[in-house]
């Protein structure tokens, strides 16, 4: 639109420009719609007329304004509101339907690898390698590549202080098998064997006896252990047997002493499986023994088919019982099918893990004991031969035998019919209970 300008002659007229589109406010002091000249007031008038038009062309531009804004947002209101529409009604509450054909496959199967898209930016992952290797030692199940690996190991055999000031101890949970009996004054001990996992810190570390050395010897295991009973006697005579059986022997080579302020020597001595292996190296044993005798092994009883939850009791020693401190209680445990440890009267906690010791099975050995009547109140132990046993596994009681031909023969188990033993996959713990001052009872249901 043309400007309009006023000009200082009173009876100047305004020419408009001919042809031109005129806007409202013009047309307001045209008279007709050809070229006019129309006679203006007086200079008064003019400046008052003159406000007036701007102020309406200020307000009419103001309301223009305010429309085109309000216009806006509700074109804006509406298309979020579609957009919101869609997202919460149609799409978020009506997922593309699951594909029928789609079938869940058992974890024990293979897993197929993802079909690779063209110019895809990652790599398809491997199938799943199955577990279908089985441990030798505790029929526990690996994959090819691990069981590769597990043959370049040799076993380890620690023993464990079970001393009451020695608990509680480190790493007993991570062992494939472990052995308990007595040592003397009514005070157990362990063997704890390690293949399947290697552990860091493995505790408190104590000395050798000979029944432990005719236990270990058909693992033909890197022996880890401090000190040992050295006689004139061979049935007690554990330092001069541990060089006549050629053991393979680290004693405390890599061992260390370790001061928590609770325990103190020689109940704080610990050691390292894998350090073992490390030095097991250098000595040429870092294989599986090629002789070695495997049990055989099953899986689980399926839950409807276990048996009832028992708790079970083992003294060691009835005469020197210390207190019970060395009372031993199983007690099973149906939904993980496993056995729950106190000793004690205490849960029996793996430090390492802050874990409460459990086995998949126990076996109760009853054995013969007698004195060796020297110095030391040594005691003598019968693992060769054969006597009665007890498996507690599944939640049953298993009443059968054993036999061990042999220093270098694993025990065999077998049940009343004469079958030998299935275990479950898993940790095996062995409790090696005199006859004569030993007791076992089933104490609660």
Not at 118 to 143: C, H, K, M, W, Y
Not at 185 to 211: D, L, N
Not at 389 to 401: H, K, P, T
Request: with cysteine.
């Amino acid at each position: 639109m043309k400007e309009i300008n006023m000009t200082d002659k009173k009876e100047q007229p305004i020419k408009v420009e001919p042809k031109k589109e005129e806007s409202i406010e013009t047309k307001t002091l045209i008279n007709s719609k050809e070229d006019v000249e129309v006679q203006q007031p007086v200079e008064s008038k003019n400046d008052e007329m003159t406000k007036k038009v701007n102020e309406k062309i200020s307000s009419e531009k103001i309301s223009k304004k305010k429309s085109i804004l309000i216009l806006s947002g509700i074109g804006l209101l509406l298309v979020l509101g579609i957009a919101a529409f869609y997202y919460f009604g149609i799409y978020k509450y009506h997922p593309t339907q699951k594909d029928e054909n789609i079938v869940t496959v058992n974890t024990n199967y293979i897993l197929s690898a993802a079909k690779a898209q063209t110019f895809a930016q990652v790599l398809v992952d491997s199938p799943q390698e199955p577990r279908t290797e089985e441990s030798p030692i505790n029929g526990l199940l690996f994959t090819k590549s691990e069981m590769e690996e597990l043959m370049n190991r040799r076993p380890v055999a620690v023993m464990i202080n079970n001393h009451a000031a020695a608990r509680p101890q480190s790493s007993v949970s991570s062992a494939d098998i472990v052995y308990e009996t007595l040592a003397e004054g009514g005070i157990t001990r362990y063997m704890a064997i390690f293949w399947s996992q290697g552990v860091e810190k493995v505790g408190p570390i104590r000395s050798a006896r000979q029944y432990f050395l005719e236990w270990l010897s058909p693992y033909d295991a890197i022996y880890i252990h401090d000190g040992c009973a050295g006689t004139d006697n061979p049935l007690t005579d554990a330092c001069g047997n541990i060089y006549a059986y050629n053991i393979k022997d680290i004693s405390t080579i890599g061992s260390w002493r370790w001061d928590d302020g609770v325990r103190y020597a020689p109940h704080n001595e610990y050691s390292s499986v894998t350090n073992a292996w490390e030095y097991a190296e250098t000595r040429g044993w870092d294989s599986f023994p090629d002789d070695f005798e495997s049990w055989q092994f099953k899986n689980d009883d399926d839950l409807d088919q276990r048996g009832d939850a028992y708790r079970y009791k083992i003294v060691f020693h009835s005469r020197l019982n210390n207190g019970g401190a060395y009372d031993v209680i199983w007690q099973y445990d149906k939904t993980t099918n496993s056995y729950k440890r106190w000793v004690g009267g205490e849960v029996d906690i793996d430090q390492e893990n802050n874990t409460q010791i459990t086995s998949k099975v126990v076996i109760v050995q009853e054995v013969e004991m007698t004195p060796a009547y020297d110095n030391k109140s040594r005691i003598i132990q019968e693992t060769i031969g054969t006597g009665d046993a007890i498996i507690l596994m599944d939640g049953n009681e298993i009443n059968g035998s054993w036999k061990k031909t042999s220093r270098t023969d694993r025990t065999t188990f077998y049940d009343s019919s004469g079958n030998e033993i299935e275990f479950n996959r898993g940790k095996i713990w062995i409790e090696a209970v005199a006859q004569s001052v030993g007791e076992f009872d089933i104490i609660e249901q």
